[in-house]
Structures are given as structure tokens and as C-alpha cells.
């Protein structure tokens, strides 16, 4: 079965433009979470939805947004980035619930100049 | 709020040999799964071995197993005839069973780079 696909692979944007990061979940998972990771900060939850709602957010400002949209898939925006918002971000879909574990993709490394 | 502190930043082994990678986690709940993930050069984070809490009997997933010490909350990644294949960061992490559907959040440990020596 496909896997847990984002899209782009590689990003490189200058410092003040926004970004979107999509990813397409596995078929019939429900959950979608987006991590960052950093050499510095490790990886870090940014928000997790769950058919179309967000139902937890990590500890990160206003200008880091996401959604999900009726068949899973999700994306995240990155308005006014920042040097240091320079990542690897990794998405993991999962059925939902705690007896589910979660699939990652390969992630976006994401370039800010 | 939970914590997980991976205390080696680096380990190494001979191929064929046996390495344990070392986690250990602060929280005040009763009810959590824990994952050990590695992360190759590819990026992908690939689930080696899930364990939860309310089961005594440590996980096994061919040659890799965990030690698991609820009270003294220490959870250790053994692999066994250490493979070439093996190579990659390797991290810790707790998710609370707290509410079933939704709330998927993974804290992660800062990560174990293993390097398997030929």
C-alpha cells in the first residue's frame, strides 16, 4: 500500500515569504500530525488533526497554521518565515486512537534564505 | 508535562554484536505507550518497536527487544546480531493513552546516532 507521501521534497524560500507543505495521508487513516526538527530543538509536535479538526497544538506562533480537508490529506503554512524556521518537517498519519501506531513520511526539508 | 531524555547522543557496535540504547521518561500518568523510531539517512521515521504500559512483558520485534521498567520509568532498545542495516538515529518516544481518538502527540528524546562497525 502508498505510504505516507509530502510533497515538496525540498524548499528553499527567502526570509519573510510564506510556504505550504502538503501531506497525503494512508488510505483510510484519519489522523494527520506535523512535527519539526531541528538540529538544535529535536523534533517538536506543531498540531495534529483529526477529520478536518485540529485537536492538539504544539507550542509554536500564530504564523504556523495547518488544516485537513475531507479525504485526510493536510497541509501546513509557514506565513512571514524566519531563519530559524529552517527544518526538516515530518508528517505521521495514523487510523486515530491510542491502540493505532503512526506512519511518517519522508518529510519537507525546508531552506529559509 | 511529559519527558523523555535519551543520554546517549552517540553509540557504536560491532557488526553481529549486541548494543542497548538507553531512554528514560518523567511522566505522572499510569497509562502511555512507548516507541523506540529510527530515522536512516532516507529521513523517513520507521517504527522499530511499541510498547505499552499496562503490559509487563517487555516487547519483542525479532532481534530487537526492550527492557521495560515502569517504576523506574527506563525503556531500552536491545538489538541483537547488530546488522550493517541497522546504522541510523534512533529515538525514544511516549504518547499518553489520554483520550483515544484524537490527541496524537509523540514527545520524542533527543535521539541515539548508531554507527555499526564492519
Known amino acids: 500500500k502508498a505510504g505516507v507521501t509530502q510533497t515538496p521534497r525540498y524548499l528553499i524560500k527567502t526570509r519573510g515569504q510564506q510556504v505550504t507543505l502538503s501531506c497525503s495521508p494512508i488510505?483510510?487513516?484519519?489522523?494527520v500530525s506535523w512535527y519539526q526538527q531541528t538540529p538544535g530543538q529535536g523534533l517538536q509536535f506543531l498540531f495534529e488533526y483529526f477529520s478536518e479538526t485540529q485537536r492538539n497544538k504544539g507550542n509554536f506562533p500564530g504564523r504556523f497554521s495547518g488544516r485537513q480537508f475531507s479525504n485526510s490529506r493536510s497541509e501546513m503554512n509557514v506565513s512571514t518565515l524566519e531563519l530559524g524556521d529552517s527544518a526538516l518537517y515530518l508528517c505521521a498519519s495514523s487510523f486515530g486512537g491510542a491502540n493505532y501506531g503512526y506512519t511518517f513520511g519522508s518529510g519537507t526539508r525546508l531552506t529559509v534564505v | 508535562a511529559q519527558t523523555v531524555t535519551q543520554s546517549q547522543p552517540e553509540m557504536s557496535v560491532q557488526e553481529a554484536e549486541t548494543v542497548t540504547l538507553s531512554c528514560t521518561y518523567d511522566t505522572s500518568e499510569s497509562d502511555y505507550y512507548l516507541f523506540w523510531y529510527k530515522q536512516p539517512p532516507s529521513r523517513q521515521m520507521i517504527l522499530v518497536i511499541r510498547q505499552e504500559a499496562y503490559k509487563q512483558q517487555n516487547a519483542t520485534e525479532n532481534r530487537f527487544s526492550v527492557n521495560f521498567q515502569k517504576a523506574a520509568k527506563s525503556f531500552s532498545l536491545k538489538i541483537s546480531d547488530s546488522q550493517l542495516g541497522d546504522a541510523a538515529m534512533y529515538f525514544c518516544?511516549?504518547?499518553?493513552?489520554?483520550?483515544?481518538?484524537?490527541?496524537?502527540?509523540?514527545?520524542f528524546g533527543t535521539g541515539t546516532r548508531l554507527t555499526i562497525i564492519p
Open positions: 518516544a511516549y504518547r499518553s493513552s489520554f483520550s483515544n481518538f484524537g490527541n496524537e502527540k509523540l514527545t
Open positions: 488510505s483510510g487513516h484519519r489522523s
